[in-house]
């Protein structure tokens, strides 16, 4: 007795997420047959239609349904925050302290997980960096974020750019992404030039 | 700045999910979005509007593609094992220690989270008891499996079935479908009357 071929394939692409191991995406599974009504899995098929729709932003990497997200449309890009996902540049905006445009690296230098320089979104930052006036690191402040914030601090020595490193008002360890307003707001007032 | 009306629509589907909060579904949102290509959406668009078709067998609550499942179609309704899910219907078969039917109840009786006997699938369980030799209640080893058990001993107190429970191999407040085939098994050969 094996699950029905339409479960494995559900199956399959619920594991496809990061943290989603096969016993939750076999419970995740399940449930949609057992709990959910058709109009709740027509919704379901209908958000990821329209997601398939959404693009990157060709400067910052954000989510946008245009060639340009509204955020680099708007402001000078001057000023650019390297952040490591998209979740952080709603938390940052959140915090209503920042006026410059983002720089999204979708992921973080991490050489035990096979994640090298290559795999970021780091080639248009070196660019884009030629004409700016200041780079803000704003990386988690985990071994990783610190690995990555140094590794583009070296890269951009040559640039001009004031290179600066969001400050530790986060608790080291923790997640950019939970950190409340006021926090944030602190971190960003006390930013450094990376020695 | 807020999301995008496409992405908060794809965190509402995703945060039905029991044990999925408003967080999760954020970061699964968004995975979705900058991490997986079209060719991914499109297999789990598939698989969601292929589960669309499965239904629940009218006798067990077993999901099948036909209105009776396989089990029901092809064994004996003298011996009709209870349980809480539909994993664990796989779980039991796999210790290939069992040769009956087998009933669904979708949950167990849980007063405190509001879930009550009229929420499962209790009623078409009373009218098979009629014709059944044996009911063999393998809801968890946990408070709430116990409860649902009784109940059922209760209500099937006037029946001429008997009326058992999987014996305790299973460690107590553990999860069915994590036990291996063997403790199944024994479990299983245990079973006893309900005093």
Known sequence: MKYLDEINALIESLSKYQGVGPKTAERLAINTVTKWNNEEIDNFINALVDIKKLKRCK??????KDDVCEICNSRSN?????????????????????????????????YQAGITPLDLNLEPLFSRAKEADEII???????????????????LKDEKCNVTR???????GGNLEYADSKTLEKALEGRRNIK
């Open 59 to 64: 400067y910052c990497g954000n989510i946008t």
């Open 78 to 110: 001057k000023k650019i925050m390297v952040i490591e996902d998209v979740k952080d540049l709603f938390a940052i905006e959140k915090c209503e302290a920042y006026d410059g445009v983002y720089h999204i690296l979708d992921g973080v230098i991490n």
């Open 166 to 172: 969001i400050a530790y008002g986060l608790p080291v």
């Open 137 to 155: 690191i704003a990386t988690n402040p985990s071994i990783e974020g610190e690995i990555t914030a140094q590794y583009i601090k070296e890269m």
